[in-house]
């Protein structure tokens, strides 16, 4: 009987063969040129139908129906559902899964035949991972309802949810026994994690412990057995464990990758699951397992739209957006803020402002003193970002506050007795930030004021805000829905100084503030209310002393509106409108404008330069130009000649060097915090373009704008907003989108702001999406998210990590061996989506620094960061591999799918998402990992210029160095495309015609 099944496999498999290799020709007659034939899926779901006639799998986020003896798929949900984990009822007539249509996974129903799905659960919470009871009158599914996951029950005649678990841990994976009289599941419980079992009195039985992380709890027919996968270090498999004496063993080998699915059951002995890729059928005992063929066809509408242009050439003056910060004074007739690096002053009824500051230091986050007499700020002017206060009357600067990391937000408690600040860990703002209060007051015989902590490190908190008795501290940080993933909602965190609990308060329970930077809460100095943005509008509320909040929230604008703060009366708020100072009156709503004249220009520079290169490698060809002369015109390369002495110009001597093209870093979260070090960082390592998908808008115009006016020397900035998210969210940067109406705002606003590009983030519905991408396109902006699919449907530009955050728990992308399947390798090498793998965020540069110590060792690297920083990381990395089964171990995988990219004609370009990982070096242990993966020191090199440059719109000016285009180009010594690490020999830099040495970019001004 087996060998026929063989035969019928190898027939159906034969089948497919030839369908394929029709397809194939066909595309290459441009008759299916934007076709994709799935045969393999990564990461999917599987269940077999109860007449074991069909299967179920959740390809890529839809519902489809495959021949359980293999076939054509047919999909019976639409692609915008991010429809995962299906159950087919006990009748067959209905299968159930969990789906992301309206922004948070719910339980769906749909008929095997198709037609409209039925929602079963709603509500503000996730519901997931469904199975029927063999009745089919009920469905378990795990949710977080009660703050952790815990195991629920719905009836479905009545719609009634019945609570199954209460442990603290999170209980998940739940299936009905084959009598229906017992719940299995699995759970992270601290004391035991492992297998559990839940009887009809509600009898809660442990059956064995797992070391490792478990998913897809399934019986047995018998009842005799369960079945799960387990994660570890080393394998990716299914288990199995008898009820009777609890004994666990390993079903399949160390070989497969197997997913973290539930199996299902052709007979008492031969069951469905999913790995490599593939459908499996296997019989117990076996050693080997058939494979299930199927073939899922996939439609990729291909449009074109007009990318936005850039004038790089321009020296029309520009108004200054990146006001990074503001403050009114308590008398309401200044405002401070900070711009290009300094501190200013605009005196209300000017236009003009005062510029406090000016030096190659910067500073910023300027807060007034309750006196109205003096700024507290941050400045790096001793090396990294300290506290200073400047003395308005005497315009004498002293330090508060000194310590080893950064330090950002001062806040000027309200007696003017202390401030309050944060020491931030090396990641800044993408970290966790400790809370430090520092007396302002202290004797000339002290020489470092009392500085203590007031309170542990929190994840990325907003700025402190001070109730008017000083003993509560207000901030907004993040508040969690579970443990078992890590996104939750922006809520009021209320500090008490006086040894109480922290608490957690809500104007707008269930929905997030905005970004957790300078948006509130922001407490009136009277101490009865508290302003704050939501949906990117500002409110107020009325609080009690200690914070409680009490009555009506009150919105106060209509507008967008950012970093509120309050005049001294306290019946009054200044708040920055997208691009103007504004203000706003509580007594009759009425809202005052103070303009501002205040511009910057690009620095072009002037004159002829000739570099000399001994061999130029142009970012096109995959060989060198020898001995020739680039001409620089300016900012611009004017020709490439051959080598001739006595050329007029300045000579730049690189006739024993090699010429490459600036390198880009195409994704990077940076902050302000990290100082003017930064743009020198980014230049000395080579990079001279700079992708930020994901940042405080105006922290990175302030870059931008500084580096760009040759205020201070850096890349040149391609930024966008903060990370564009659905209701719930993670990082500080991310703005929660709840309403149509707050996204229009917010898209408004990245054309006022002229960003780059839009990012969405993990917690985006495809719907919303969608629309999101049409507006872009529409403004010439391209769109990129974690997303390949049905994201690239829609004309998504691009995808961040291979690998990264993902809302399921798992990834779409890549398995936690780090494979990725055919799926990926031809939806992204079909639909021309391009794809920045980060692969030195995923392990790349933990393996290679672990391989290869001396690269701490390099000039760059050791003249930015400390000894102690070094031994952090090599830290994190070890604590990291314990936690993260494969981190290391199978980052092989990583490398090999990052090549079947390549090879499959995918456009794939370099970055890193660091500060996760160092900026700079990081970029070139992802060109190291390329070449380690196979690809050449050419076809790394591409995708960190020319590749790069295609992908953020800008090829025709940058990316390979020709006639033409801006002279942004670096020198080394040594022979990349033959060894890529001596890309890491820069010599000098040109950035915009500017010619940098080395020296000066490690040398602090």
């Known amino acids: 009987m087996q060998n026929i099944r063989y035969s019928i496999y190898l027939l159906i498999s034969i089948s497919f063969w ?235 080998e160390v070989s497969e990758d197997v997913f973290p699915f539930r199996a299902s059951w052709f007979s008492a002995d031969e069951y469905l699951y999913t790995a490599n890729g593939q459908l499996k059928r296997r019989k117990i005992g076996s050693s080997t397992a058939l494979t299930i063929p199927f073939q899922a066809i996939i439609a990729l509408p291909r449009n074109t739209y007009k990318r936005k242009t850039y004038d790089f050439d321009t020296q029309k003056p520009q108004q200054v957006l990146g006001i990074k910060g503001t403050a009114i004074s308590p008398d309401g007739k200044q405002i401070a803020f900070a711009a290009l690096g300094d501190l200013w002053l605009l005196a209300k009824g000017t236009k003009t402002p005062e510029r406090l500051t000016q030096a190659m230091s910067m500073e910023m986050e300027p807060d007034w003193s309750p006196d109205g007499t003096k700024l507290t700020y941050v400045s790096d002017r001793n090396g990294n970002m300290d506290v200073w206060i400047r003395d308005l009357k005497t315009g004498q600067d002293r330090i508060l506050a000194d310590m080893p990391d950064d330090l950002h937000y001062p806040t000027w408690a309200p007696d003017g007795s202390k401030i309050a600040f944060y020491q931030s860990d090396p990641r800044n703002a993408w970290g966790r930030s400790t809370l430090y209060v520092a007396d302002v007051t202290y004797t000339a015989d002290v020489t470092t004021p009392k500085t203590r902590k007031l309170h542990e490190s929190l994840f990325v908190p907003s700025q402190a805000s001070w109730a008017a008795d000083g003993k509560t501290i207000a901030v907004s940080a993040l508040h969690p829905y579970s443990s078992r993933y890590r996104e939750g909602v922006s809520e009021v965190l209320l500090l008490s100084l006086d040894g109480k609990n922290d608490r957690y308060v809500s104007p707008a329970p269930a929905h997030s503030l905005a970004t957790r930077g300078q948006n509130g809460p922001v407490w009136s100095p009277d101490g009865t209310k508290m302003a704050y943005v939501l949906d990117g ?173 040759g205020t201070r020397p850096g890349p040149r900035q391609f930024f966008t907003g903060g990370l564009t998210d659905g209701n719930r969210i993670y990082y500080g940067a991310a703005t929660s989108i709840n309403s149509d109406e707050q996204l229009d705002r917010e898209l408004n606003r990245s054309v006022q702001l002229g960003y780059d590009m839009i990012k969405t983030y993990v917690r985006m519905p495809d719907a919303m999406q969608q629309r999101i991408t049409t507006f872009a396109h529409a403004h010439g902006l391209p769109v990129s998210s974690h997303e390949i699919f049905p994201a690239m449907r829609y004309d998504v530009d691009a995808v961040e990590h291979i690998g990264g955050t993902s809302r399921r728990g798992y990834s779409p992308k890549i398995t936690a061996m780090n494979k990725s399947y055919q799926d990926v390798i031809q939806l992204l090498a079909k639909s021309g989506m391009n794809i920045t793998p980060t692969a030195s965020l995923q392990g790349g540069f933990a393996v290679l620094t672990t391989k290869d110590p001396s690269l701490y060792e390099n000039r760059q690297y050791k003249a930015f960061y400390s000894e102690d920083y070094t031994t952090a990381l090599q830290v994190g990395s070890a604590q990291y591999a314990k936690i993260s089964p494969g981190y290391l171990s199978n980052f092989g995988n990583l490398e090999k799918g990052v090549k079947a990219l390549v090879d499959a004609g995918a456009h794939v370009t370099t970055g890193t998402d660091s500060p996760f990982v160092p900026y700079g070096m990081s970029l070139h242990t992802e060109l190291q990992v390329f070449v380690d993966a196979g690809l050449t020191p050419y076809q790394a090199l591409r995708s960190a210029t020319l590749w790069a440059a295609e992908t953020v719109g800008v090829s025709n000016d940058l990316g390979s160095i020709e006639p033409g285009k801006l002279a942004d180009m670096v020198i080394v010594s040594g022979d990349p495309l033959t060894n890529i690490r001596d890309v890491l020999n820069v010599e000098q830099v040109i950035r915009n015609g500017e010619v940098i040495s080395i020296d000066k970019l490690l040398t602090r001004p």
């Open 18 to 252: 030839l369908i394929s290799i029709c397809q194939n020709m066909a595309n290459a007659n441009g008759a299916d040129s934007i076709r994709v034939t799935v045969t393999e899926g990564t990461n999917m779901a599987a269940d077999l139908s109860p007449d074991k006639r069909q299967i179920v799998i959740d390809l890529q986020g839809t519902i489809w129906l495959v021949p359980a003896t293999g076939g054509v798929a047919r999909p019976i949900t639409d692609n915008l559902g991010d429809c995962r984990q299906p159950s087919w009822s006990p009748d067959g007539k209905q299968i159930a899964f969990h789906s992301f249509w309206d922004g948070r996974y719910h339980i769906w129903s749909v008929d095997a035949s198709g037609g409209k799905p039925k929602q079963l659960t709603s509500g503000i919470y996730d519901d997931r991972e469904p199975h029927w009871s063999p009745d089919g009158k009920r469905l378990v599914f795990s949710s977080d309802r009660s703050g952790n996951y815990d195991i629920w029950q719905l009836n479905l005649s009545d719609g009634h949810l019945t609570q199954l678990t209460h442990d603290t841990g999170n209980d998940f994976n739940p299936a009905f026994s084959p009598d229906g009289r017992q719940v299995a599941f699995l759970s992270d419980r601290m004391n035991a994690p492992g297998v559990y079992t839940i009887g009809p009195d509600n009898t809660e039985k442990l059956i064995t412990t797992v070391a490792g992380k478990l998913a897809g709890a399934a019986w047995q027919p018998d009842g005799s057995h369960l079945f799960y996968n387990v994660l570890n270090n080393s394998q990716s498999g299914l288990a199995t464990v008898a009820l009777a004496d609890s004994k666990a063993q390993m079903l399949t």
């Open 537 to 709: 509008l500002l409110w107020i509320t009325d609080v009690k002393s200690d914070g409680t909040i009490v009555g009506t929230p009150r919105q106060l604008t209509t507008e967008q509106a950012e970093t509120p703060t309050w005049t001294g009366d306290s019946k009054s708020l200044l708040f920055l409108a997208t691009d103007v100072f504004k203000q706003v009156y509580l007594a009759d709503g009425h809202v005052e404008t103070h303009p501002m004249a205040l511009s910057w220009k690009i620095s072009q520079p002037t004159g002829t330069i000739v570099v000399h290169a001994g061999r130029l490698f142009d970012g096109k060809a995959n060989t060198y130009r020898t001995n020739v002369d680039i001409i620089l015109d300016g900012h611009r390369i004017k020709a490439i000649l051959p080598h001739q002495a006595g050329r007029a110009g300045t000579l730049i001597d690189a006739s024993t060097k090699t010429v490459i093209p600036g390198l880009f870093e195409m994704h990077t979260h940076q902050h302000s915090m990290v100082g003017e070090k930064i743009g020198r960082l980014w230049l000395s390592f080579g990079i001279t373009s700079i992708r930020e998908p994901g940042a405080d808008p105006y922290d990175a115009l302030e870059r931008k704008e500084a580096w760009a006016s």
